[in-house]
T-cell receptor, first 114, second 114 residues
Framework: DGGITQSPKYLFRKEGQNVTLSCEQNLNHDAMYWYRQDPGQGLRLIYYSQIVNDFQKGDIAEGYSVSREKKESFPLTVTSAQKNPTAFYLC?????????????FGDGTRLSIL | GEDVEQSLFLSVREGDSSVINCTYTDSSSTYLYWYKQEPGAGLQLLTYIFSNMDMKQDQRLTVLLNKKDKHLSLRIADTQTGDSAIYFCAESENYGGSQGNLIFGKGTKLSVKP
């Protein structure tokens, strides 16, 4: 079955540590997205990538970094510069070639501070 | 900038109809979406509507769009306990290189009482 896989489901970060969240899709989607979800805040866009080897900052990119070396993969690194990283992180992707296709989501990674 | 507003909570009795409302600001949005999120999970696309439509029906779901008032609603007929979740309204961005990006509301938590 095609879909988006996020791992791990739960992740803990120590003070001063960088952690990387994985997002893999086998839907042949060109565009991929990372969102942060906090209680009562809805989804906020961190980074997005419309095509391999290119990505753009979203609304809350500070303290995060991404790479897009392969079409299938869009990992997100939460750096030590992100002072409040505790949140639920969601990855999404959209179909190629047509504007405004619905975004498909993974099941999320919950990041907590140790 | 664009904004999407939803009420945060809705409580209904099992078997009743639920109506979740949403207002948006970007009159150029081509597509509007409804997503469902169950606890600890990602977002599941429920339905979407093109901006040139007034209504879309899909089994127990009815979407109504009032483009003049920028108002979108989701009606769930014969609401079941399994419908308890957070429902997100989203509109598509339509400028520059951000085509396909979504702006989400903060979500409406639907509680269904037996």
């Amino acid at each position: 079955d095609g879909g988006i896989t996020q791992s791990p489901k739960y992740l803990f970060r120590k003070e001063g540590q960088n952690v990387t969240l994985s997002c893999e899709q086998n839907l042949n989607h060109d565009a991929m997205y990372w969102y942060r979800q906090d209680p009562g805040q809805g989804l906020r866009l961190i980074y997005y990538s419309q095509i391999v080897n290119d990505f753009q900052k979203g609304d809350i990119a500070e303290g995060y970094s991404v790479s897009r070396e392969k079409k299938e993969s869009f990992p997100l690194t939460v750096t030590s510069a992100q002072k409040n990283p505790t949140a639920f992180y969601l990855c999404a992707s959209t179909a190629p070639g047509r504007a405004n296709q619905p975004q498909h989501f993974g099941d999320g990674t919950r990041l907590s501070i140790l | 900038g664009e904004d999407v507003e939803q009420s945060l909570f809705l409580s209904v009795r099992e078997g009743d109809s639920s109506v979740i409302n949403c207002t948006y600001t970007d009159s150029s949005s081509t597509y509007l979406y409804w997503y469902k999120q169950e606890p600890g999970a990602g977002l599941q696309l429920l339905t979407y509507i093109f901006s040139n439509m007034d209504m879309k029906q899909d089994q127990r779901l009815t979407v109504l769009l009032n483009k003049k008032d920028k108002h979108l609603s989701l009606r769930i007929a014969d609401t079941q306990t399994g419908d308890s979740a957070i429902y997100f309204c989203a509109e598509s961005e339509n400028y520059g290189g951000s085509q396909g990006n979504l702006i989400f509301g903060k979500g409406t938590k639907l509680s269904v009482k037996p």
